[in-house]
């Protein structure tokens, strides 16, 4: 399985970033898959997951203003942010599952737990 993010960058506080996620050497429809962040000197902590039918969940301090979509034709995992915050700058990563995470319960724990199988090599957010 791999991942590849893009899209990270230098924003100002308030502004906006889309990042992208490749993925590709899955069967990448039936999958659970997320975006997880880690500033430096903290841990890593799950942002949102989405299941294989577009269903999300997000991390109460994203909620409202981060978006994660599912491209399945193209393999494509999207994190829409807006009015970002000093405290979102972080690197980010996307990471996919080997199970589906259709229940409530199950994408809860996997933003608390901010686990996942495969993981990407992230991308930097700075907000300023």
């Known amino acids: 399985v791999q991942l590849v993010e893009s899209g990270g960058g230098s924003v100002q506080a308030g502004g906006s970033l889309r990042l992208s996620c490749a993925a590709s050497?899955?069967?990448?429809?039936?999958?659970?898959m997320g975006w997880f962040r880690q500033a430096p000197g903290k841990e890593r902590e799950g942002i949102g997951v989405?299941?294989?039918?577009?269903?999300?969940m997000y991390a109460d301090s994203v909620k409202g203003r981060f978006t994660i979509s599912r491209d399945v034709v193209n393999h494509t995992l999207t994190l829409h942010m807006n009015s970002l915050r000093p405290e979102d700058s972080a690197m980010y990563f996307c990471a996919a599952d080997r199970y589906n995470c259709m229940s409530e319960s199950t994408k809860s724990r996997r933003i608390r737990n901010a686990d996942s199988d495969y993981w990407g090599q992230g991308t930097q957010v700075t907000v300023s």
């Open positions: 050497g899955y069967t990448y429809r039936t999958y659970c």
């Open positions: 989405i299941d294989s039918d577009g269903e999300t």
